[in-house]
């Protein structure tokens, strides 16, 4: 069973509101750095508007070209720091599988597993939550004496979007 967080569905309807979408995810990256005295810098919000900006993940470089649109290039190390401190604060994550990152709007405080769907044909990266997979995972862990460090799970398939286009 997959559960919705936060009524969001996995993956938003092409026609969704994204403007709202994005101020969402900006209003909830300033309430967790807040909450956590942490400042949300330019740079780091800027980063974050980047990746806010679609629901497909972006490399690095992607991230350089489209800040470097709005004024100077910033530097790599810039740009890794930046993502480094939103990896760190749980409001990015990495999809190993395309070396790129993407915004999360989710909570992560359960320590369970996050599960990406990953649309081949429009790009676009769905978060899924799954208490079967979560207790597998701990089960699984717990038999071989393991501590997962970051239980992530990335599955490429069609969306049920393009399935139906």
């Known amino acids: 069973m997959v559960r919705k967080s936060h009524s969001h569905a996995v993956f938003p309807t092409p026609g969704h509101d994204h403007a709202r979408c994005e101020s969402d995810g900006l209003k909830h990256a300033e309430a967790i750095c807040a909450a956590r ?3 949300l810098t ?3 919000r800027r980063v974050l508007e ?6 497909q993940p972006l490399g ?3 991230l350089i070209d489209r800040l470097a649109k709005g004024g100077a290039r910033p530097a790599p190390i810039t740009i890794y720091r930046a993502l480094d401190f939103l990896r ?5 994550h990495r999809i190993e599988s395309r070396n790129a990152f993407i915004a999360c709007v989710h909570n992560h405080e359960s320590g369970d597993p996050v599960v990406f769907l990953i649309c081949e044909k ?3 990266v769905g978060e899924a939550a799954s208490a079967a997979v979560a207790d597998t995972i701990r089960t699984a862990s717990r038999t071989a004496g393991f501590t997962p460090k970051t239980p992530v799970i990335e599955i490429s398939g069609v969306c049920a979007h ?3 286009a």
């Open 162 to 164: 393009c399935k139906a």
């Open 88 to 92: 760190a604060q749980g409001l990015v």
């Open 37 to 39: 005295r942490e400042r």
């Open 50 to 55: 980047a990746l806010l900006a679609s629901h």
């Open 42 to 44: 330019p740079i780091r």
């Open 122 to 124: 429009c790009g676009a």
């Open 60 to 62: 690095a470089y992607e």
